[in-house]
């Protein structure tokens, strides 16, 4: 039986150290992005914290991990460092710029990330922005919580109606807050007993 001759022709060797390189990059990046994703899946049970604010963290943590891996396969493959990164700040001062002209919804998911980290309320808990002394602002029990966004069931003799207040709002206007849900029955509940 005749022996393999694994003798690659000398103009084989570099395109197979290049695939060799690309690939190692691409795994690297994989089992980074994985190792990365398990650290923040751990951090999100250990401290309780929302899928709101993990999902999209680790999604730009993936992005950005295969990025630079992309950026880097590039750069093996003979793209210049100096174009990809003239590109790449382009792209980042065009972002920039549509991300100032989206501050409010920048605002709101600042500030959901501070209502979820730091819990002024929560989800059960009856809250007032109040507008001035003598002008009643919005009341109601929190049902939930997104990035945008917090939704309020209205007091029941207003109708009991759906409101959702912009998360930036809970940091620009005075709130008050009761805790636990015997302040505020909600529509078609009866009121707690000792109630009116």
């Known amino acids: 039986m005749a022996a393999l001759d694994l003798n690659l ?5 570099g395109p197979f150290w290049m695939g060799l390189q690309i690939l190692l ?7 980074l992005q994985r190792i990365i994703s398990r650290c ?18 680790r999604g730009a943590l993936r992005w950005l991990i295969m990025g630079s891996a992309l950026i880097i396969v590039l750069e093996r493959l003979g793209v210049s460092a100096t174009v990809l990164w003239t590109a790449l700040s382009g792209f980042v001062a065009v972002a920039a710029v549509a991300f100032f002209a989206m501050w409010s ?9 501070l209502i979820f980290t730091v819990g002024p309320f ?8 109040v507008e001035t002394l003598d002008k009643p602002g919005v009341k109601g029990r929190v049902t ?10 209205e007091m029941p003799e207003a109708g009991g109606a759906l409101v959702q207040v912009p998360n ?4 620009q206007k005075c709130v008050r807050r009761w805790r636990g849900t015997d302040v505020l029955p909600m529509v078609g509940e009866d009121k707690p007993a000792g109630g009116n």
Do not use: K
């Not at 022709?9 to 060797?13: K, N, Q």
């Not at 919804?105 to 990330?113: F, I, Q």
């Not at 929560?122 to 922005?129: A, F, K, M, T, W």
């Open 9 to 13: 022709p000398v103009e084989w060797i």
């Open 144 to 153: 939930a919580i997104n990035l945008l966004f917090t939704t309020l069931v």
């Open 168 to 171: 930036s709002q809970f940091f």
């Open 105 to 113: 919804v920048l605002s709101n998911l600042l500030c959901a990330v």
């Open 40 to 57: 923040l899946i751990r951090l999100s049970h250990s401290y309780t914290l929302p899928p709101q604010l993990m999902v999209p963290l």
């Open 122 to 129: 929560r989800i059960g808990d009856v809250v007032e922005l």
């Open 25 to 31: 990059i691409l795994v690297v990046a994989f089992v």
